[in-house]
């Protein structure tokens, strides 16, 4: 059984840093493309970004440049460095298994920016 557990947000200035952690179960991970989603108010969750099995990356318009992926196959672990954070970055914030996502949703970690 899949299971996802999102962790690390909070509530940062405008031009502050975040990192967030996925830890992932219930499958072989190292194998595995890994997302980040978010979801601000009212509005539908988006796709942040993708890191494949073999550490390449992709990126949405919105944050690359400021937010980086990385895993750690040895931890079963994804992570999101957000730098530079904006307030329209202020949402949920979802891991998954690959883009599109294949898994059921954890409870996300919720990132809060204020201006």
């Known amino acids: 059984q899949v299971q996802l557990v999102e962790s690390g947000g909070g509530l940062v200035q405008a031009g502050g840093s975040l990192r967030l952690s996925c830890a992932a179960s219930g499958f072989i991970f190292s194998s595995a493309a890994m997302g980040w989603y978010r979801q601000a108010p009212g509005k539908q969750r988006e796709f942040v970004a993708l890191i494949n099995s073999g550490g390449s990356t992709v990126y949405a318009a919105s944050v690359k440049g400021r937010f980086t992926i990385s895993r750690d196959n040895a931890k079963n672990t994804a992570y999101l460095q957000m730098n530079s954070l904006k307030p329209e970055d202020t949402a949920v914030y979802y891991c998954?298994?690959?883009?599109?996502?294949?898994?059921?949703w954890g409870q996300g970690t919720q990132v809060t920016v204020s201006s």
């Open positions: 998954n298994v690959g883009s599109p996502p294949a898994g059921d």
